[in-house]
């Protein structure tokens, strides 16, 4: 068991029950002081505790949906269940923090607070609250977990909440060196290094760039389009964040995070698509009327990286929910128990005498 699930384990033994309560929270407004206490959630992603159990954790009826909601969150992106936004149909702004801001343990993930920035989509003006992460992913891209995911929380005054969830992978430094050796080929040094900042606008760079041979421009072309959306290196933003994971072992602790350039991120994800649909939270009280905005872009982080967060996180993706509109799966369940136990009651039928 890892010592991440133990600590949650121990929190859930040891709280009281009124703060148990205040604990199921969204963990959507960050603390309203710095230095208050964070409070730690005491749902979890194995055992009674776990997503199977996370309806009868409040003692009432406070996660019902968890159960019974028939557009929950996460899914597997596959063709059918999500529209396509462009990045023209989104405004999305998100400040830069200079002076850093605070990184802390909830006990179930952990989540960098936002110093503010906005999304606008489908008529609605959100307000960016907070980032978190997830390992490995909850939504599946199209069939295929990924090792992180990313959720970049936004809320409404009113209390609607927008997602953008990004994909985290592995940076091998494979594709990355393969692309740097393409960029090499056809860019004058000054382009080369504002492509080596600006992984994933290659494509407009490569525009640019001188066409001594129009064949050989035409081929490299093809080919760093195609590599723009499939490669990069790791995210500036990613490796500045979780440098210091390990001062956040704890749950319950916090840490003033280096400066952050959330340009980077925004820049990234306006390079690409959104695969939108209506869903829920993905932790207690698993809420709906979520918008959901996934990325097609992914940002990656070094192995070494994802191994020290891996050894903080432990693991908290709750499992891929029924297609949108369709039985919960945890209703669907309980029937076939229920099917599969008065089958088993029913006396088999008698060997025939001979
Ligand atoms: C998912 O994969 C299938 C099979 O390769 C492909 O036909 C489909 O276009 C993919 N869909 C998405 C949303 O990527």
């Not at 393409?182 to 994933?200: E, F, S």
Request: hydrophobic share 40%; charged share 15%.
């Amino acid at each position: 068991m890892s010592t991440f699930i133990a600590r949650i384990l121990m929190i859930a033994a040891s709280v009281t029950h009124a703060s148990a309560s205040c604990a199921y929270g969204t963990h959507l407004s960050p603390r309203a002081e710095e230095g208050a206490p964070i409070e730690v959630n005491t749902f979890g992603y194995t055992g009674v505790i776990g997503p199977l159990n996370w309806a009868a954790l409040d003692g009432g009826s406070a996660n019902v949906l968890c159960a019974t909601g028939k557009n929950q969150s996460p899914i597997d992106m596959v063709d059918g269940v999500f529209k396509t936004l462009t990045a023209a149909d989104v405004k999305l702004q998100i400040n830069d923090m200079p002076e850093g801001t605070e990184f802390e343990n909830l006990g179930t993930t952990v989540e960098v607070v936002s110093k503010g920035g906005s999304l606008e989509v489908g008529g609605k003006t959100y307000e960016f609250k907070q980032f978190h992460f997830h390992l490995p992913s909850e939504h599946l891209d199209n069939g295929t977990s990924i090792a992180m995911e990313m959720h970049m929380v936004f809320q409404t005054p009113e209390e609607d909440i927008a997602v953008v969830g990004v994909f985290v992978d592995l940076d091998t430094g494979v594709a990355a060196a393969a692309d740097a050796a393409t960029a090499q080929v056809i860019t004058p040094p000054a382009a080369k290094r504002d492509l080596g900042r600006h992984p994933h606008s290659r494509r407009g760079e490569a525009a640019s760039a001188p066409r001594a041979d129009s064949h050989l421009s035409a081929i490299v072309q093809l080919l760093t389009s195609s590599l723009a959306t499939t490669t990069g290196t790791s995210s500036a933003l990613l490796e500045t964040v979780f440098s210091q994971v390990a001062e956040v072992a704890s749950p319950g602790s916090v840490v003033k995070t280096q400066p952050l350039v959330m340009s980077e991120v925004v820049n990234t994800l306006l390079a690409g698509s959104f695969q939108s649909y209506s869903g829920s939270l993905t932790t207690p009280p698993c809420s709906e009327g979520v918008t959901w905005l996934v990325s097609t872009q992914k940002l990656k982080i070094q192995t070494a990286t994802f191994e020290k967060v891996r050894s903080v996180i432990g693991f908290n993706a709750r499992y891929p929910q029924n297609t949108p509109g369709f039985n919960n799966l945890l209703s669907v369940g309980a029937q076939s128990a229920v099917a599969a136990k008065a089958a088993a009651a029913v006396p088999a039928v008698p060997a025939a005498k001979i």
